[in-house]
Structures are given as structure tokens and as C-alpha cells.
């Protein structure tokens, strides 16, 4: 990253600017076949493009080095990871070569805990045109802490062919869309973090998700969030079939447990959704999302 230094002496705030890249990134067939089968998304859908989800692979091509950051190993006991939101401008091409950076455009503290607000920018790297935008919210903390919200995270809510769909019927506004199951073993969150370069330990390590005061592993915010995605990308064909959408994360998700994403159109001509990703135990994503019309 711009800047870095030792990170002695030296406290969050001081990240507030920071930026990390410009790296630059190919969109494989490889990468997204596996990252498809890792969130059990459509195979025969996303062939010549990734799914709008893969935006949180691109996420993880900049966030290790925000991690990896001195300041934050420094300072930081855990960061997890509590709202999230994206915008796509074009769709995700394969083979398309990208440049993509991470800046951190915030860092709010309260007590032991720093709440950062990561800012994503994914552009092509020949024409210099945005693909894809997106801001993340991180809550650091400084010591371990309890299970809270926000998937396992703390409460930040303050703060081939390509032009198939599942052949669901756009539904009218007020109209449910049809449930959505999904469920992830822990090695399906090994599968993801080998997929989407996001090997927090927490996802896959027992007694690291327990040092930062967790019951286990969780899964991860971001495939929930594929889930959802993947919910509402059913009723729209095309190659970008969500316009932008904005995840809260609210409760953690154990892996094996049986979820379901339910939803609503809220306005069918301007096409957006809200939606949930649920459980027996409680509501663990919810989600605003506009879809392409």
C-alpha cells in the first residue's frame, strides 16, 4: 500500500486514505467455474461472464493488502466484515483484464472498536471505464468480542450463452419471489475461500473463529450474499442482471444450516428487491437490490 510503514505507534485513523493497488486482474473460465460451483450458482448461465456476485472475488484482490497492512496487524485483534454494497456498471466479462483498488475512505472508533469504510474501484484496464464500484464496512477490533450481528460481525447498521434466466415470470410489485434454498458445509467455505481469495480464518479455522469470541467458523458474509444475489438474478436475463444492491449483515450463519432467501418487489418498473436470507435461528442477510429493466 501507498505509504506503509512499521505500524509502531501509530493507530487506525492514520489508514484513512491509504490506498491499495492499482493491481491488475484477468477474469479467468477456471476462476469462474469454481467460483460458480462454490456458490452453486448457474454453470451453464455463466460461461462467457461472471456472475454480478464475483464482485466480491474482485473485492479480495485488494482487501489482503489492506489486511496485511502494518497498522492493521498492529493494532487489530479481528476485522470483520458488517455492509456491503456494489454497483455494476458492465458486466463482468471473461478475459476481460481489470485494474482494480482498494482505499479506505473512513475509520470511525468507538471504544475498542474502529468501524472502516473500505471504498472498491474496478475498472478496464485498456479502456478505462468503470466496471464495477463498491464500499465495504469493517468493524476492527482491538480485542476479541462477542458473536453480535452482521453474520458472525458486529453491528454496523448505523453506519456459452448469457442471456438465460431461470424462466421465472418477472413478478408485479408487492409479489413474493420464489424461496431460494442454500446451506454450506465447511468444506463448501473452504471451497468459497479458494474461489473468492477470502481465507479469513474464521470461515475455515475453529479456534481462530473462537480467539475472536465466536461459537465456530461462520460463513462467509459474501456468499450469503451471492445467495441473495443469485435469488433475484433468476428472474432477469442478460449478463448484468443487477444494477447495484446493498447487504447488511445481521447474524452469524453456522455452517450446515438450512437457509432460505425470500423477498418482495418493491417497485417492479423500477425493478427493485428486498430480500433476506433466513433460518430457523433468525434473519442473517438483508438486502436492497435494483436489477436491469
Known amino acids: 500500500p501507498d505509504g506503509a510503514s512499521n505500524g509502531a505507534d501509530m493507530s487506525l485513523d492514520e489508514l484513512t ?9 484477468q477474469i479467468y473460465a477456471g476462476q469462474v467455474g469454481a467460483y460458480v460451483e462454490a456458490t ?17 472475488a474482485l473485492l479480495f484482490a485488494v482487501a489482503p493488502a489492506f489486511l496485511a497492512d502494518p497498522i492493521v496487524v498492529g493494532e487489530v485483534r479481528a476485522v470483520l466484515h458488517g455492509e456491503q454494497t456494489f454497483t455494476w456498471h458492465r458486466p463482468l466479462r471473461i478475459g476481460r483484464p ?5 482505499t479506505v475512505e473512513r475509520v470511525r472508533s468507538r471504544g475498542r472498536t474502529a468501524f472502516i469504510t473500505f471504498g472498491l474501484e474496478v475498472a478496464d484496464a485498456e479502456a478505462a471505464e468503470p466496471i464495477v464500484q463498491g464500499r ?7 480485542e476479541a468480542t ?71 467458523v461462520i460463513v462467509h458474509g459474501l456468499l450469503a450474499a451471492a445467495w441473495v444475489t443469485q435469488a433475484v438474478a433468476r428472474y432477469v436475463p442478460g449478463e448484468r442482471p443487477i444494477v447495484d444492491a446493498r447487504f447488511r449483515f445481521r447474524s ?15 417497485d417492479d418498473a423500477a425493478g427493485r428487491f428486498r430480500a433476506a436470507l433466513q433460518s430457523e435461528t433468525g434473519t442473517h442477510v438483508t438486502a436492497d437490490l435494483a436489477v436491469t429493466r
Do not use: M
Not at 452453486?40 to 454480478?52: E, V
Not at 481489470?98 to 482498494?102: A, H, I, K, N, R
Not at 468444506?187 to 475472536?212: M, Q
Not at 452469524?252 to 418493491?266: A, K, M, S
Open 146 to 216: 462477542g458473536p453480535g450481528n452482521d453474520a458472525g460481525e458486529p453491528d454496523v447498521a448505523e453506519r456459452g450463452r448469457n442471456d438465460r434466466a431461470s424462466g421465472l415470470e418477472f413478478p408485479p410489485a408487492g409479489a413474493h419471489i420464489e424461496p431460494l434454498e442454500k446451506s454450506a458445509s465447511r468444506a463448501d467455505l473452504v471451497r468459497y475461500a479458494g474461489a473468492s481469495h477470502d481465507w479469513n480464518p474464521i470461515h475455515w479455522d475453529h479456534a481462530s473463529a473462537v480467539a475472536v469470541g465466536l461459537e465456530g
Open 40 to 56: 452453486g450458482d448457474d454453470i451453464d448461465r455463466w460461461r462467457c461472464f461472471a456472475p454480478p456476485s464475483f464482485a466480491g
Open 98 to 102: 481489470l485494474s482494480v483498488t482498494g
Open 17 to 25: 486514505g491509504r490506498r491499495y493497488g492499482p493491481v491488475q486482474v
Open 252 to 266: 452469524p450463519l453456522r455452517p450446515g444450516v438450512e437457509t432460505r432467501v425470500v423477498g418482495e418487489v418493491i
Open 136 to 142: 465495504s464496512t469493517f468493524a476492527a477490533f482491538a
